[in-house]
């Protein structure tokens, strides 16, 4: 059973650090991984998304990695704003197209 | 494009009491998923339609959750009779297609239903 694992829970950096967040997941064989972003009461939005073949995304001041091989992904988030708080989750997509979640990790960027 | 409407945003029913939650995908969104997440944690998938058939509902517990979509559009989940550990938010979400490998399956979501059972 894929277990998906996010470290670390909870992140606090004052504004303007870079900041890595990491996702591991246990079964290599995925289709694709996707970033989220949620903000308090509401729905997820998509951050990033990589295919199993790519080895990173970018958008804007984000940029998601890939190792597929060593179950690793990686979201940098550079120049961090206070608009960034939020909680960060990040999902694969397996055979059968089950997506399955990580726990989360909560940012707070400080002005 | 509008998103995926979910209604309502808040219940709170006591413990062996029901409730149903709505959903309306993104228009064109052949698949939509029904999770949950409970405080803390990432959510869970309870069940996934793929127009109005269902594709995998192995996590639904199904002696109290049901779920239905019968026009390939809108869809409701019910809990009857619900239980304490039930408490979540429930979070509906749609994609273009079931294909892999094609960005036309990211996930489009909800604000969801935060259920409170007491």
């Known amino acids: 059973k894929q277990e998906v694992t996010q470290i670390p829970a909870a992140l606090s950096v004052p504004e303007g650090e870079n900041l890595v967040l990491n996702c591991s997941f246990t079964?290599?064989?995925?289709?694709?991984l996707q970033w989220f972003r949620q903000d308090p009461g509401k729905g997820l939005t998509s951050l990033l998304l990589i295919q199993s073949s790519q080895r990173e995304q970018t958008s804007g001041r984000l940029n998601a990695s890939l190792d597929k091989s060593s179950g690793r992904s990686t979201l940098y988030i550079a120049a961090s704003q206070p608009g960034d708080s939020a909680t960060y989750l990040c999902a694969v997509r397996e055979p059968g197209n089950m997506l399955t979640f990580g726990g989360g990790t909560r940012l707070m960027v400080k002005p | 494009e509008a998103g995926v409407a979910q209604s309502p945003r808040y219940k709170i029913i006591e413990k062996r009491q029901s409730v149903a939650f709505w959903c309306n995908p993104i228009?064109?969104?052949?698949?939509l998923y029904w999770y949950q997440q409970i405080l803390g944690q990432g959510p869970k998938l309870l069940i996934q339609?793929?127009?109005?058939?269902?594709?995998?509902d192995s996590q639904l517990p199904k002696d109290r959750f049901s779920a239905e979509r019968l026009k390939g559009v809108d869809s409701t989940l019910k809990i009857q009779p619900a239980k304490l550990e039930d408490s979540a938010v429930y979070l509906c979400?749609?994609?273009?297609?079931?294909?892999f490998g094609s960005g036309a399956n990211v996930l489009t979501f909800g604000a969801g239903s935060r259920l409170t059972v007491l």
């Open positions: 979400a749609s994609s273009l297609l079931q294909s």
């Open positions: 339609f793929q127009n109005n058939g269902v594709v995998d």
């Open positions: 079964d290599s064989a995925i289709y694709n």
């Open positions: 228009s064109g969104h052949a698949t």
